[in-house]
């Protein structure tokens, strides 16, 4: 699910994004996040939306699903993608170097620890993104400016 996501919006997304600047990186988690929350400027305000209640959450709401819900899902998706790869890994050991197949799946094995690696590194930066509740104030004081600016 976070994965696909972030693989969608990076194949998508038209804007050069640094995610050493925060305000790219607003952009970057608001793009992700979308289907869960967005986020609206009233008066000078932000408000949060919570996209599956289709209500307005608490700052704290948001904080706890950061923090603990995405957190876990991220962990788990993680999880999975290292769990196959043990399988692939554990079925392919038991494969005799002198079968005649041994050396294509060793070179599928490798492509598959290169792509699981891959995929886990993006998943990671993820989920390390606004890793303690100041890091996430300022997610929000950014997805203000870009709400006032764009």
């Known amino acids: 699910m976070w994965l696909e996501r972030i693989l ?17 990186q607003c952009l970057y988690v608001k793009n992700i996040i979308k289907s869960n929350y967005d986020f609206q400027l009233k008066e000078n305000k932000i408000f949060i939306k919570d ?3 289709n209500k307005i959450c608490k700052k704290e709401t948001f904080f706890y699903w ?4 995405r957190f876990s899902e991220i962990n788990k998706e993680e999880e999975t993608i ?14 005799k170097p ?3 197949n041994y050396e294509k799946l060793q070179s599928h094995l490798k492509s598959e620890a290169d792509k699981a690696n891959y995929h886990l590194n993006i998943l990671k930066r993820f989920r390390y993104l606004y890793p303690n509740i100041d890091s996430l104030e300022n997610f ?9 600016c764009g």
Do not use: A
């Open 51 to 53: 996209m599956i209640s």
């Open 66 to 69: 950061w923090f603990f819900k």
């Open 140 to 148: 929000l004081k950014n997805n203000k400016l870009l709400l006032q």
């Open 98 to 100: 002198s079968d005649e």
């Open 8 to 24: 969608e919006f990076q194949k998508e997304n038209k804007i050069f994004i640094d995610l050493n600047y925060e305000p790219h």
């Open 82 to 95: 290292f769990n196959k790869f043990n399988t692939l890994k554990q079925k392919i050991s038991k494969i």
